[in-house]
């Protein structure tokens, strides 16, 4: 085997057969669609087939499909056999009979094509639970869930209205692991179909806020800088506690004890998962709750309450159902906890071992907390085949430009762009520009992008242990704003920004810019005022929760001299007459002293990685600056 093909076979492209695997010399699997190259050595011959579908990639040995489309090991392609003139001489009823030959480049290796994932062990319906080998641990969960409404009094069952819509209702099934990827938990949730809602008649308005996961990261670093105990609390079924004001029925559901006829439905009296308003409901409950138990409600960030007093403060992040309290005040906890335990049906989880599918690891005599999502990481590996891939010291390679292609590949690229996007949000800043970049091509992807998203899973193979640390450093938010000119495929710049607390960044993120800028000054001034309006949001939350003496003006960091000079310096001239008055706010800051901004080195620019591919060695030190190791 040559040893591009043991490359391929390591990432688990191609398997190899029992067949002699000798006389291949070199495979090529291309994305776009599953086209396959085989070259013999012996015979200098090579030999392509025409661009196939997803079923097309799907061989087992020994198996044929009934599916026309599916090419097994008696078969070939129209094309393939027109070039090589593999026809019969006879003829029936005026119809040439081919004769079947197996692709020569289907005699070595079986290949093999991943078009989705799902977890096979959880059962998709009703009766797929009750039939599988875990059904009593999925009828303990059914039950559970019904006598959580029967506790809450959901529903009232009731005769079928005429002329009222009918909302339907099904079961989902879920395994709850723990941080060491173990299964604790066998979650059944009734779900309603509140796709069939009508607006202004079953519902009315449906945001919900959820709390920041910047805002959390920045209560996690001062956690680890003024060690506050930090306790995980779990609502069960949270949004059975928000009652509804609108009239709506449901379908008796599957598993529901008791002999109904068809002619009986559930009103709702209780936010039911799955209706479009139920998080609103729950938000509405959950906030009424603290502020009656004497909390604040932060004006900057909706989702964070805080108490504070002589004995010490209390935080509580709200995260739809989960409550991620942070405090040093041991007196107020217990009586808070006894305060809800009135309220909800909670779990309290003690310690916080995970976040939002983040693993919180704790050394409170170093005073170092790190997150990270290393049993994330490994399923993503694991999706997409790519648990044995060798591993790359970068993300991107340094100096290549993508653009759209003609040709879509028939690759799983969505789901690896979104299932890249979570770690890039939570724990990964060094992911950040490469997720950013490469979600651009959602629906013009091809050949190189695909390749490009392989990278990025190799990269995330050899560093998936990664994550931020926040530890005793400055209490102080600094931010670094940077931008790269003319950088996109439609020669738009990239915007890139991080704001670090504690030696850990707490807050980033990597931005096609909206405006097409004219020259380097320009792309580092709408990066800096974009940057600017994280910088003053950061500020208020920071000084209204640690005091406001507690954070002084933000320094902003840029290393270009002409952007600093125009954000300093109100003058219009020929350079800056153009941008847009949205971004001269930047100006006012610096005039009222809420932002100061400082030029610093253009190798000590940490947000350098946020808006290009960086070789490896200052890939590896803005890593280190940004607290990810």
Not at 19 to 48: P, Y
Not at 194 to 216: H, I, M
Not at 397 to 415: A, D, F, I, M
Not at 479 to 502: C, E, H, K, P, T
Request: one cysteine or more; aromatic letters at 10%; proline letters at 3%.
């Amino acid at each position: 085997m040559s040893k591009l093909s043991h490359q391929f076979v390591n990432e688990g492209l191609i398997l190899p057969s029992n067949a002699n695997e000798s006389r291949v010399d070199e495979v090529q699997i291309l994305s776009d669609g599953g086209s396959v190259s085989v070259c013999n050595e012996s015979q200098g011959e090579s030999v392509r087939d025409q661009s196939v579908s997803d079923e097309t990639l799907l061989y087992k040995e020994g198996q044929q499909s009934d599916n026309s489309r599916q090419l097994d090991e008696g078969q070939t392609s129209d094309s393939q056999m027109e070039s090589e003139g593999d026809f019969d001489d006879e003829n029936v009823e005026g119809t040439s009979v081919r004769v079947r030959k197996p692709p020569l480049w289907l005699q070595d290796y079986v290949t093999y094509f991943v078009s989705g994932y799902q977890d096979q062990s959880e059962p998709a319906t009703f009766v797929e639970a009750i039939k599988s080998s875990e059904r009593k641990e999925w009828q303990a969960a059914i039950e559970r869930e019904l006598q959580a409404f029967n506790e809450n009094e959901a529903w009232v069952v009731v005769d079928k209205p005429k002329d009222k819509r009918i909302v339907g209702c099904r079961w989902v099934f879920k395994k709850k692991k723990d941080s060491n990827g173990d299964v604790n938990c066998y979650r059944a949730r009734l779900v309603a179909r509140g796709y069939t809602q009508t607006k202004g008649v079953d519902y009315q308005e449906t945001f919900a806020p959820v709390v920041k996961l910047s805002c959390l990261r920045m209560l996690f670093s001062m956690s680890a800088r003024l060690d506050l105990e930090i306790d995980h609390i779990d609502v069960c079924t949270a949004f059975l506690n928000g009652s509804l004001n609108e009239e709506i029925f449901m379908r008796v559901p599957e598993g529901f004890s008791g002999n109904f006829k068809s002619d009986k439905v559930c009103l709702l009296k209780k936010a039911v998962y799955g209706l479009k308003q139920s998080a609103r409901m729950w938000n509405e409950k959950a906030t009424e709750v603290f502020l009656r138990l004497g909390y604040k409600q932060s004006d900057y960030e909706h989702c964070i309450f805080y108490k504070s007093s002589s004995n010490g403060v209390v935080f509580v992040a709200v995260f739809v159902g989960d409550f991620f309290i942070f405090y040093n005040d041991k007196e107020e906890i217990v009586q808070l906890k006894k305060s809800l335990i009135n309220e909800f049906k909670i779990k309290d989880l003690g310690p916080v071992k995970k976040c939002l599918g983040m693993e919180v690891f704790r050394d409170r005599s170093k005073r170092l907390i790190k997150l990270n999502q290393g049993q994330y990481c490994a399923e993503v590996l694991k999706r997409f085949r790519m648990e044995e891939a060798h591993s790359s010291p970068t993300p991107v390679t340094s100096g290549v430009k993508l653009g759209p292609s003609e040709v879509k590949s028939n690759v799983p690229y969505q789901e690896a762009i979104g299932s890249l996007m979570y770690l890039a949000l939570g724990t990964r800043p060094d992911l950040s520009y490469a997720v950013s970049h490469l979600s651009q091509f959602n629906a013009s992807h091809g050949p190189g992008h695909w390749q490009a998203v392989k990278r990025v899973l190799r990269y995330l193979k050899g560093t998936s242990d990664f994550g931020i640390v926040y530890a005793q450093g400055d209490c102080c938010i600094t931010g670094f704003s940077d931008a790269d000119w003319g950088a996109n495929y439609d020669r738009q710049s990239i915007s890139g920004s991080v704001f670090m607390l504690g030696g850990g960044a707490i807050s980033w993120q990597s931005k096609k810019q909206s405006c097409v800028s004219l020259s380097t000054m320009e792309a580092e001034y709408v990066s800096l005022a974009n940057a600017s309006k994280e910088a003053v949001f950061l500020r208020k939350l920071f000084c209204q929760l640690f005091g406001t003496g507690s954070q002084g003006p933000i320094k902003l960091h840029c290393d270009n001299q002409s952007a600093l000079k125009a954000a300093s310096n109100p003058v219009f001239h020929e350079r800056t007459k153009h941008i847009d008055i949205r971004y001269h706010h930047i100006r006012k800051l610096v005039i009222k002293k809420e932002i100061i901004l400082v030029n610093v080195p253009t190798h000590e620019m940490v947000a350098d990685i946020f808006t290009k591919g960086l070789p490896r060695e200052s890939h590896c030190r803005i890593v280190n600056a940004l607290g990810v190791s």
